[in-house]
């Protein structure tokens, strides 16, 4: 048992907390249609000034609580983490903890073809590179730079090459990229690349989501099916969120995380730490609860660890299990939900 003996914290719905996402910078090179559109956030889009964000300092400090309280695993997430001057170095400082038996990162993959290696040596296992088309029209247009699909096949063949697993991430939404699925599907297949298809979510304001533009990851798995025979596989853990298959011929796995139409609340063990520091108990909160003014008013060890678990004991979130009727709710009332942005808090 990772953590102080019997020191877990555990929310109102019996889930323990295992897992902590942390956004080290709300910054990205991209302006995906679904996270940071451009025409939101422009030029002059006020992010946060570095004197706002946790030092590297601050959040091991913040690891190390949460790691008494019962967290094995961090993801590293932005923004665009690799924008993060200092990086390589903190997740040194990360694989020094003992309890923690996973460190994972999150990216738009187009510098890591330069940072692989270093990122490997330093202690990362595992990195999610989200590409949502091979096309470079559609791709160039979903990430809203121009950038071609090119730029992160290399950043995903360098990983390979460092020893890192790699897993890739596509998102789908109705009329922008579902033709892709399966080109994204073979190719992956062939290099032997775990891919997951993630349905559009309604994370944050600014990205329009309405029901219509989400693509079932039922539709999604019986397209591939129907050429290239799956099978289902058991979750690797408790609280896994995508839906593992593989195919028939043994040559790779593919994900569903289906928060839209198959919500999973029922065993999320995630927190997630935004790069101001405030901890949000779900990816579609409101709220967060500010621990990085506790560590600048000189909090001890054991108060941000009372913290924390005052807040995980206090939580229960299961957004996705309500979201029809929240929608159709906030709908009639003419109405949004008020909701943090995806690039404020990590994916």
Not at 147 to 173: F, S
Not at 174 to 194: C, H, Q, S, W
Not at 281 to 294: K, Y
Request: glycine content about 8%.
């Amino acid at each position: 048992m990772s953590g102080i003996e019997g020191a877990r914290a555990v929310d109102r719905r019996g889930r323990p907390l295992r897992d902590l996402r942390i956004s080290v910078i709300d910054r990205c090179n991209f302006r995906c249609t679904y996270c940071m559109p451009a025409e939101v956030f422009g030029p002059g889009y006020p992010f946060l000034p570095p004197s706002a964000l946790l030092s590297f300092a601050e959040l091991t400090r913040l690891v190390r609580a949460f790691v008494a309280l019962g967290v094995e695993k961090v993801r590293i997430t932005g923004g665009e983490p690799l924008l993060r001057a200092g990086l390589e170095r903190w997740i040194e400082d990360l694989a020094a903890i003992p309890e923690i038996r996973d460190i994972a990162l999150t990216t738009n993959g187009v510098l890591l073809a330069k940072k692989a290696k270093a990122l490997k040596a330093a202690g990362l296992r595992r990195v999610n590179v989200s590409l949502d088309s091979l096309d470079p029209v559609t791709f160039g247009r979903m990430n809203g730079r121009g950038t071609a699909p090119d730029v992160v096949l290399r950043g995903i063949e360098a990983a390979i090459d460092a020893g890192l697993q790699v897993k890739v991430n596509m998102v789908v939404k109705r009329g922008e990229n579902e033709r892709d699925i399966l080109p994204m599907a073979r190719y992956f297949k062939a290099l032997g690349v775990t891919l997951r298809f993630i349905e559009f979510m309604d994370v944050g304001t600014a990205n329009g989501w309405e029901m219509r533009d989400v693509v079932p990851s039922r539709e999604i798995l019986e397209r591939i099916h129907a050429e290239m025979p799956l099978e289902p596989l058991e979750p690797a853990y408790y609280g896994e969120v995508a839906k593992r298959y593989r195919y028939k011929d043994g040559t790779a796995e593919v994900g569903f995380i289906s928060s839209v139409t198959q919500a999973f609340c029922n065993t999320c063990t995630r927190a997630r730490l935004s790069a101001d520091g405030k901890l949000y108990t779900c990816l579609f909160a409101a709220d967060g609860f500010d621990l990085r003014r506790l560590l600048r008013e000189g909090a001890d060890d054991e108060t941000l660890r009372a913290a924390i678990r005052s807040v995980w004991a206090g939580r229960t979130d299961r957004y996705s299990e309500l979201r029809l009727q929240a929608t159709e709710a906030a709908q009639k009332a003419g109405a949004a939900r008020k909701k943090i942005e995806m690039f404020y808090i990590g994916g």
